[in-house]
């Protein structure tokens, strides 16, 4: 295996594992590096239900995505590892993982995702304090189990209240961007909750509703016109719990201009994406640039597409924003073709 | 003390006895005003349905408050509180105390339809108005209007007579509404008729005021239909 016959894809999501997939297919080497134990990245790690916009579970479609690379004789794998140290440049990258082993390529694709929101950081949300207060990944999970109870006692919730926007468009917590997904993950959850529970009415609260390109009619509007999702205009300042043990959801109602103290049996927080927690890690190993949100910082797009401030090392998927599956699978394509036509550079260079 | 900005507070929702005394201290009057909160403290998720059971207001879950409708409205240019973008958000809801405020106006829709061309989630607001209208009558939040008399009266002959009798409708519609018996139309009317001296009619219409003719073997048919008209409704709009 030399040099110029392999690209390192960072990262086993949706992104890196359609790089690494694409490097194969064009008959160069991936070599997969992937922190945790598992393949599949955060829909398999945090055990999301059913996927936006294809409806497929997570396990099957993400499933299908890895066992792609398992069986594919350019691709290795080396789990619950991580890169250490990069030495070396474009052409010419030597990779140190964390268990001593060594991994030699010749363009690099970084595909380390994000990091969900986590709610403790909005305490006044009452996450963390009440039982049922659940983000939007707890409640997924709790969809793939195929019932819908409060915690707490385990009743079925006559009213369930998604808030939209946690860890996102916030600048007392420092997150000033859209996290892009949520409101079709939330209007999607929405519809899920109930099919399960028919006697669930389910509240979305919400600043703007952005359920981009297609998302509209299929969740937005389906949601709101075949599942009776009501969507409620009101940031929400506060969620409490009433004597009789139900949440009080409180706020103001933008539409009707009055305070609202709304009696509520589950709350879910529709929690945004982070730039991955080892970002800072990451850029210091890699020698690469974050934006200014944390994100890893992308080159001119027009020319140089899904390059990072570092010459042959791509990035692609929720590593450079929030970003959703298609895109992100779209983005590992892309950066697995920009790694491979550089090795083909560098293998013209040297012959 | 006293509140000097009470203009800014809905008047329903001050509270103030003229004359009070508290341990035989006088605190009438401003003394003893108390505010009662602006907060609404729940939703009648039903309410939608409610108003969705009525003929127009079929699809007002779509809606997406995008305004539309109050922009394009006829009324809203003449009055800022016919707001029926509002109103939808209200029904949606179940506020419908918020709703009742404004009873005495949404009547007022004048059915350009303007709202209904122009709304992106085909909600069909003029329908809504209407459905809101209809159901803020039928629950006597809004008096019964003439053409509901009208339909009473005429509902009423039909199920005691099985057959209407001109005439009688006429007087029943004008009892009903408070208007008086004779009125120039008629009066305009009758003289053109005189006119052609129609004496076979003129004689069986008295004739009909005076015996009432009934349907053969009529019977119980009226009570059976009346049972099943209250029935229907029950079930349209309850169920």
């Given amino acids: ?105 010749g363009s690099i694709v970084l595909a380390t995702g994000f990091t969900h929101f986590d709610s403790i950081n909005k305490p006044e949300w009452g996450f963390g304090t009440y039982e049922d207060v659940l983000t939007t990944t707890q409640m997924e999970q709790m969809v793939a189990t195929g019932q819908i109870r409060c915690p707490s006692d385990g009743r079925v919730p006559e009213r369930v209240a998604i808030l939209l926007c946690v860890g996102s468009r916030d600048r007392q917590i420092g997150r000033e961007w859209c996290s892009k997904i949520c409101c079709t993950v939330s209007t999607n959850l929405a519809m899920e909750i109930k099919e399960l529970s028919p006697s669930t009415d389910v509240f979305i609260y919400y600043m703007d509703i952005r359920t981009f390109g297609l998302y509209e009619d299929k969740f937005y509007w389906k949601s709101q016109e075949e599942f009776k999702t009501k969507f409620v205009k009101a940031r929400i300042a506060e969620v409490t719990k009433s004597p009789d043990g139900r949440l009080l959801v409180k706020g103001e109602d933008t539409l009707v201009k009055r305070p609202i103290v709304i009696p509520m049996d589950l709350v879910v927080h529709a929690i945004g994406m982070d730039p991955n927690v080892l970002n800072p890690e990451i850029a210091k190993v890699f020698g690469v640039g974050l934006e200014k949100h944390g994100f890893i910082d992308r080159a001119e797009q027009y020319t140089n597409s899904q390059g990072t401030t570092r010459k042959g090392i791509y990035v692609c998927g929720a590593a450079t924003g929030p970003e959703d599956i298609d895109t992100s699978i779209a983005q590992g394509q892309s950066a697995g073709a920009r790694a491979v036509a550089d090795l083909f550079v560098q293998q013209k260079a040297v012959g | 003390m006293a509140i000097h900005e009470k203009t800014l507070i809905d008047p329903d929702r001050i509270l103030q006895h003229d004359h009070l005394v508290v341990d035989g201290v006088d605190v009438s009057g401003s003394w003893n005003t108390m505010i009662s909160p602006r907060t609404l403290v729940d939703y009648e998720p039903d309410f939608e349905k409610i108003i969705q059971s009525y003929s127009g207001g079929e699809n007002v879950h779509r ?8 922009n394009s409205c006829t009324m809203y240019a003449q009055n800022v509180d016919f707001n029926p973008r509002y109103w939808i958000y209200l029904i949606r809801l179940g506020l419908k105390a918020e709703l009742l405020k404004d009873k005495d106006i949404i009547w007022q829709c004048v059915s350009c339809n303007k709202c209904t061309n122009i709304c992106p989630k085909d909600v069909r607001p003029e329908g809504v108005m209407k459905a809101t209208a209809h159901w803020l009558e039928e629950n006597g939040y809004t008096p019964k209007s003439f053409s509901t008399h009208f339909d009473e009266e005429f509902t009423h002959q039909c199920l005691e007579y099985g057959r209407i009798e001109d005439t009688e409708v006429m007087i029943g519609f004008f009892k009903r509404t408070g208007q008086p018996l004779v009125q120039t139309w008629i009066v305009q009317f009758g003289k053109g008729l005189a006119k052609h001296l129609p004496l076979g009619q003129l004689a069986k219409m008295g004739l009909n005021t005076i015996f009432r003719p009934k349907t053969k073997s009529w019977g119980r048919t009226g009570e059976v239909l009346a049972e099943y008209v209250k029935a229907q409704k029950e079930a349209v709009h309850h169920g």
């Fill in chain 1, 1 to 105: 295996m030399s040099v110029q016959d392999t690209v390192l894809v960072v990262g086993a999501g949706p992104a890196g594992l359609s790089a690494a997939a694409t490097v194969a297919a064009m008959g160069k080497k991936a070599v997969i590096v992937e922190k945790e134990d598992v393949l599949g990245g955060a829909p398999i790690i945090s055990g999301y239900a059913k996927l936006v916009p294809s409806g497929e579970w997570a396990k099957d479609a993400i499933g299908r995505m890895v066992s792609r690379v398992e069986g594919d004789g350019n691709v290795s794998i080396h789990k619950s590892v991580k890169v250490t140290e990069l030495d070396g440049e474009a052409g010419n990258f030597t990779a140190h993982l964390s268990d001593g082993k060594k991994v030699e390529a």
């Fill in chain 2, 63 to 70: 809606c997406w408050q995008c305004g539309s409708c109050t």
